[in-house]
């Protein structure tokens, strides 16, 4: 006879298995701390964003059986990643919204303005050596989330989700003017506002709490995107910065619950082109 504690525990981990593979998704990753192996100053240097998306990743990963596409690190996280190809320098070969990934997870320097005004761009800092481009535009460049029937650039962009830690790549000021070009088709983006004093800082808690957070446990589930980064984007940061998350959508209505329910695993269909924009803010 079949010891019934022995059955109690498979059919608990045949329960547990069963949602894991219910809430997969895939991701992709790239974090910079070693600038000065790119050429800049040592310090540009910083000590935890390559720790913050390891982070992210475990926890992320703790429940589910989500997939890892590619994680680049350091002078791998290359301009032409990020930058839509029919710009110059850009590559849909190795763009982070030609791969299968849904989710694409960014940690390292961004630039700050003192302050900001409406017209200032936002960047991230990639570190390819020797690139007279690593300050990459977001505004300028990205074109994130096509796919086949939008007519945009090619077409041919997977990307749902764009998660930045950096200081200062979503300045509400700016950010109708820098980043609605960047959704043509992409849904949610989320990342800080601040300026030159008021900054989000290096750290190793900040990412891995928004994975626990997106990880869907047993029984819980996933929290939305918005809870997440709400709830944890405030992690250390100085006085005066925001956690802001931004969609877009046909409609109003559809903007909104972008924004506020969408979850790594449970989106709203893609449609374009987007006609709404919507955002959220938490500030320190």
């Not at 650039?153 to 790549?169: D, K, V, Y």
């Not at 709490?209 to 918005?226: E, K």
Request: hydrophobic share 40%; with cysteine.
């Amino acid at each position: 006879m079949a010891n019934p504690i022995y059955k109690l525990s498979m059919s608990l981990v045949l329960l547990l298995l069963a949602h894991s593979l219910a809430h997969a998704t895939n991701y992709s990753m790239g974090c910079v701390e070693k600038y000065s192996d790119a050429g800049f100053p040592k310090s540009a240097d910083v000590s935890l964003t390559c720790d913050a998306t390891d982070g992210f990743s475990t926890w992320f990963n703790l429940f589910g059986t989500h997939s890892l596409r590619f994680y680049w690190q350091n002078t791998l996280v290359w301009p032409r990643d990020y930058i839509e190809d029919s710009f110059p320098g850009g590559g849909d070969s190795i763009e982070i919204d030609w791969s299968s990934a849904d989710l694409n997870v960014f940690s390292g320097h961004g630039s700050c303005q003192n302050p900001p005004t409406a017209t200032d761009p936002d960047f991230i800092v990639t570190a390819k050596p020797g690139a007279s481009n690593n300050f990459v535009d977001i505004g300028a460049s990205l074109r994130l989330g096509e796919f086949p029937g939008s007519g945009v650039f090619g077409a041919n962009g997977n990307l749902n989700t764009f998660m930045i830690n950096a200081s200062c790549p979503m300045d509400l000021v700016s950010l109708t003017n820098q980043w609605w070009n960047v959704f043509a088709g992409l849904h949610l983006a989320m990342g800080h506002s601040g300026d030159a004093t008021h900054d989000n800082l290096d750290s190793a808690s900040k990412l891995p709490t928004v994975g626990m957070y997106l990880g869907p446990a047993p029984f819980i589930g996933s929290s939305s995107y918005r809870s997440a980064w709400m709830a944890a984007g405030l992690i250390d940061v100085q006085s005066g910065v925001c956690a802001v998350i931004t969609a877009t959508g046909r409609t109003e209505g559809e903007a909104v619950a972008r924004r506020d329910f969408e979850t790594p695993t449970n989106r709203i269909p893609d449609a374009m082109p987007p006609t709404w924009i919507a955002w959220r803010w938490v500030c320190k």
